[in-house]
């Protein structure tokens, strides 16, 4: 059985900070540098409470990542949705380090492409990886998703700002 996705919860917020605590080693490499406050219920609350308020303003869509038995096992988000000419979003995800490999990112990011393009009626979805991060470049190509170009220093991850590979996915390319 697949993974799903479901708009982010409240209800969501210990299952997201015991995540976050316990993958801290694993995600350092791929996420900006946080303060300790992220990795609590207080932190996760608040990114929830953030996560929904943009939703409420129609300009992300955060999702939660659900495993075959229900369980939150990682994050899926649009955000910067932008109508208009430009019919566009960016997409970001995690999956945890006891849950990676298992087809759930690969999932996930199939279901989110298809409800923007039918759903949202976007055009197309920008992702961005680190340049090592074969995993997930793996995950957007399984999808569709085409590699555009390199962004220097596009954004500071583990403290330092990095090169990203760019991917797009386009509504008529499916």
């Keep these: 059985m697949p993974a799903t996705t479901r708009l982010i919860s409240v209800n969501d917020v210990e299952r997201l900070a015991d995540l976050q605590l316990t993958g801290r080693l694993f995600f350092a490499p791929w996420d900006p540098v946080r303060a300790d406050s992220y990795f609590t219920v207080a932190g996760q609350q608040a990114e929830v409470e953030n996560a929904l308020a943009r939703h409420s303003r129609g300009e992300a869509l955060p999702h939660v990542i659900l495993d075959e038995d229900s369980q939150v096992v990682g994050r899926i988000t649009f955000s910067g949705i932008t109508y208009g000419a430009f019919q566009s979003c960016n997409m970001g995800y995690w999956v945890a380090q006891e849950s990676n490999g298992r087809g759930y990112a690969t999932d996930a990011v199939r279901a989110m492409t298809a409800l923007a393009f039918k ?26 998703f085409v590699g555009y170009g390199t962004a220097p220093e596009y954004l500071k991850i ?7 590979l760019m991917y797009q996915l386009l509504t008529d390319s499916r």
Excluded at 121 to 144: D, F, K, Y
Excluded at 158 to 164: E, I, P, S, T, V
């Design 158 to 164: 583990a403290g330092r700002w990095q090169d990203h």
């Design 119 to 144: 759903e949202l009626s976007l055009h197309r979805i920008q992702a961005e990886t680190l340049i090592p991060n074969a995993r997930s470049q793996r995950v957007l190509e399984r999808v569709g």
